[in-house]
């Protein structure tokens, strides 16, 4: 004569069962853990470089400023800025049209596709990002103004590795003029 057992095929406690929502969880909390690592404000977990560097980036594009890592903008914000290069940001930031040719298509296809960077940001700046401002909202207003800092496009000022695309909070220096730390 055929029973159930205890716990047989259709109670929870079956061990395969068991085994399959154990499956189930550890998938469901590996994906938030992906998801979470992947959002640009989660920055410090990660590297922020282009999966194919362009050395024409870097050259023209780190004269005044570090080379922003093309995933903290949208690629309708990236074509913009290439669109606009003699009116840029107050200074005339011109190029040669295979040049900008080149870097907007490279820029194209490695700018930001995570969600938060999908909306671009007022004047398509970084620092106006929401992430970006949610990041910074215990940097005291004062300290974007001080001469060794002079605005938050300078990542670099407090962001010692920002060249590189690192910007967790371990590589985080003080700049100079700024009393305390950051917190
Ligand atoms: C005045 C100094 C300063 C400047 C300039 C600055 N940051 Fe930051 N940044 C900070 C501080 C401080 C934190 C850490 C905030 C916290 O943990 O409370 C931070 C955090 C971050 C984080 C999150 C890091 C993490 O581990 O979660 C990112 C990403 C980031 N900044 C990117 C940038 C970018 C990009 C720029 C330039 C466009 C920039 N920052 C300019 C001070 C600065
Ligand atoms: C001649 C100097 C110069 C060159 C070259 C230059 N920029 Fe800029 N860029 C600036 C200035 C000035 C700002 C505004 C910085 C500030 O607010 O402190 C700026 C700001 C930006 C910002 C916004 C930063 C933020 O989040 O506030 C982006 C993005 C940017 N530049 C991209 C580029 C790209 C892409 C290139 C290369 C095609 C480039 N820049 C070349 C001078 C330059």
Redesign the pocket.
């Known amino acids: 004569m055929y029973r159930w057992r205890k716990g047989g095929r259709f109670g929870l406690a079956h061990p395969s069962q068991v085994n399959l929502v154990n499956a189930l969880r550890s998938i469901f909390l590996f994906t938030l853990a992906f998801l979470w690592h992947l959002s640009p404000v989660e920055a410090g977990h990660k590297e922020f470089i282009a999966a194919s560097p362009l050395p024409q980036?870097t050259q023209?594009?780190?004269?005044?400023?570090i080379?922003?890592p093309p995933a903290?903008?949208s690629v309708d914000?990236?074509l913009r800025?290439?669109a606009g290069?003699s009116q840029?940001?107050?200074?005339?930031?011109s190029?040669e049209p295979d040049?900008?040719k080149l870097?907007g298509r490279w820029?194209a296809s490695e700018g930001g596709t995570y969600k938060k960077v999908q909306a671009s940001?007022p004047?398509?700046?970084?620092?106006?990002?929401n992430w970006?401002l949610r990041e910074h909202r215990r940097v005291d207003p004062d300290v974007w103004l001080l001469p060794s800092v002079?605005?938050?496009?300078?990542c670099n000022a407090c962001h010692t590795h920002a060249e590189r695309g690192r910007f967790n909070e371990r590589e985080l220096r003080p700049p100079p003029g700024m009393t305390g730390g950051f917190r």
């Open positions: 980036y023209e594009c780190a004269a005044c400023h080379a922003y903290f903008l914000s990236w800025i290439m290069l840029h940001f107050g200074v005339d930031a190029l040049q900008i870097i820029l940001p004047h398509d700046r970084i620092s106006r990002s970006f002079k605005s938050p496009a300078q």
